[in-house]
């Protein structure tokens, strides 16, 4: 869910807004089989809200979504500590939850301490439902155990077809390779010999991933965000090794050269082991 | 309850079959008397499966001038399609496997007919197979635009058993074509207070769009998605989502 900065109607409790004080929410989820278990821990230090809370006219609010199953509920407590079960069975992978204070009946005359004075003599009349804070938003994955596809874990599966061209099919999970009929075989051979592994990736793997990069840091991420290859790589890339690259489409060839640890420098090495090999066979 | 074996395609079929799709091949079998499947093509769900086979009523008289006779085709194909598949949870749902499974075999002859593949140019009929057989990549969009799936999902997020008629709501949103690009496609839509709170207001408003009608839902649903970017909508009833609306009334009534 997003905020619509431009139809606020008064200014909200968040880290970047006019309202003083801190809102913060630290959530834990749990997915067992059968059921999700969520566990929020609100921080709120701002008094007038505080009060609110204690009379019962705002909650705390945490609203759950998933595009996957068409879902989306919310779920309101005086507590600043939430536990929601949701039964596993109503979600599937990438599922949102965003953290609110909420109005849970009609205000009159609100007013709150302001950052910029422009709010000092206004106060604002609100609606049951309207939003007085938002500590972020979160995401959680609840996978489900679908059937495999072939290789396991893997980004890329190879194919053959009868074109001249390597081609890359994104659409698939994982991502399809296609190498023209002729050369299979020899691909084959060359992903089996450990000596040529990393001859392989830079073949192979490598331009496959820069065209992913490529996809994912440009305009079309959202048509792979829901693929397991995407998740996959997400992950890769929020971990601490690329945390601290920029990622965007300059960096990929750094950043697929990390992905496969170097392969283009291990082929060379490779390929030089096979040339003396050749040679000293020769002498 | 008698079981009948509820099957899926496997994912390895799947992707070969959307592959060639995309590479503009294989819409020829869409032609087929049947869609041929190996046997190791098809799986057993897990899926609990209808009491009954479900048999739509086929648009035996559909054409696109009787678009009322359309409406009401679709509505009633939903409730036969839900009610035979009760038990389906939303998890279950949003398998590609399973839709493609019924798209190209219980719903075959219902597709081919539904579709009319005939008449989309030989360089677009790939994606449209694609669109209205499968589920790619899953999204409230890729369900609404399958031609099974939209029924059952259609049928699954408007039905309640509190109301005289469970699926007065259902016909509603069959009424219009909008109703599924902006509610069960868009945020707000995700939730059921809001979502029915929106049908049944324009069912107890019968006057105010009598004329005008798809401009003046447009409109609600720009102003409800407006209102949700402040307010957590989610987080009240349905009577207070139509209490909201009712304040538009004005509004609504000036929409050209």
Known sequence: ?283 | MEQIKQYIISSTRLRKMKDELRNKKGSDLYFKKTYIFGDADLLSSETKTPNKPVAPALPGTLTKLKLRGYADLEYKNAKILFEAYQNLTPEDASDERFWAYLTHTTFWDYMKKRTNLGSVSEEKKGDYILTHWFLDPLSPKTIARNDIARLWWSAYLTHDEKLKDPYMLTRQLFSMQDYSRTLIEGVQGRNRNVLHGVLSFVIDNPELFKQRKEAKVRFVMRKINQIGGYRLLSSVSKKEVKNTLKKLEKEITSVK
């Open chain 1, 1 to 283: 869910m997003k905020i619509d900065n431009f139809s606020l109607p008064h200014p909200i409790l968040r880290p970047d807004g006019n309202v003083k004080g801190n809102f913060s929410t630290h959530v834990k989820v749990n997915v067992k089989k059968n059921e999700v278990r969520i566990v929020a821990d609100m921080i709120l230090t701002n008094d007038v809200l505080k009060n609110f809370i204690e009379e019962k006219k705002v909650a705390f609010g945490l609203d759950i979504s998933c595009k996957y199953t068409i879902y989306r509920e919310s779920f309101t407590s005086f507590d600043k500590k939430m536990e929601i079960l949701i039964p596993a069975a109503k979600l599937r992978d990438t599922t949102e939850v965003n953290c609110f204070l909420v109005a849970v009946k009609d205000i009159q005359n609100y007013k709150n301490e302001y950052r910029e004075d422009i709010y000092d003599n206004r106060d604002f009349n609100l609606s049951k439902g309207e939003i007085l804070g938002y500590s972020g938003r979160d995401t959680f994955e609840v996978p489900k155990e679908w059937e495999m596809p072939e290789v396991g874990g893997a980004f890329f599966v190879l194919d053959k077809h009868s074109g001249k061209e390597v081609k890359y099919e994104l659409g698939s999970d994982p991502i399809l390779i296609k190498i023209p009929k002729k050369d299979f075989q020899v691909m084959h051979d060359i992903k089996k010999n450990e000596r040529m592994k990393a001859v392989f990736y830079t073949l192979y793997a490598y331009p496959a991933m820069l065209y992913v990069l490529s996809e994912i840091f440009g305009e079309r991420k959202d048509m792979y965000e829901h693929r397991k290859w995407y998740k996959r790589l997400h992950e890769i890339l929020s971990s601490s090794q690329f945390r601290q690259l920029s990622q965007n489409q300059e960096e990929s060839p750094k950043i697929a050269q990390m992905i496969f640890q170097y392969p283009l420098t291990n082929s060379i090495n490779d390929i030089e082991k096979v040339i003396i090999g050749l040679s000293e066979f020769s002498e």
